[in-house]
């Protein structure tokens, strides 16, 4: 199984970005799909998910600014973020929560003011 993520990059604040994660060895859409980021100096959080029956879940700090999708004929997810912050700065992970939770490498976003 492998995830690979791609899309991010330095941005402005106030700028947009969106991220992509494909996976391979699995089919995406029977687990559930997940992004995370870990910014400088800080542990690894929960940002956003879709469940295996389609629910989108976001958290507080990312609500009405990142928008989670899915391209299952692709096996993809996506992250749209704008509105971006210097806090959102952090390396983006995307996760399959199959039987067990597979991760990918990580892509890095910046934020600067």
């Known amino acids: 199984v492998q995830l690979m993520e791609s899309g991010g990059g330095s941005v402005q604040a106030g700028g947009s970005l969106q991220l992509s994660c494909t996976a391979s060895?699995?089919?995406?859409?029977?687990?559930?799909r997940e992004w995370y980021r870990q910014g400088p100096g800080k542990e690894r959080e929960w940002v956003s998910s879709?469940?295996?029956?389609?629910?989108?879940t976001n958290a507080d700090s990312v609500k009405g600014r990142f928008t989670i999708s899915q391209d299952n004929l692709k096996n993809t997810i996506y992250l749209q973020m704008n509105s971006l912050r210097r806090e959102d700065t952090a390396v983006y992970y995307c996760?399959?929560?199959?039987?067990?939770?597979?991760w990918g490498q990580g892509t890095q976003v910046t934020v600067s003011s």
């Open positions: 996760a399959a929560a199959c039987w067990k939770r597979y």
């Open positions: 060895g699995i089919i995406f859409s029977t687990c559930g």
């Open positions: 879709i469940s295996r029956d389609g629910t989108l």
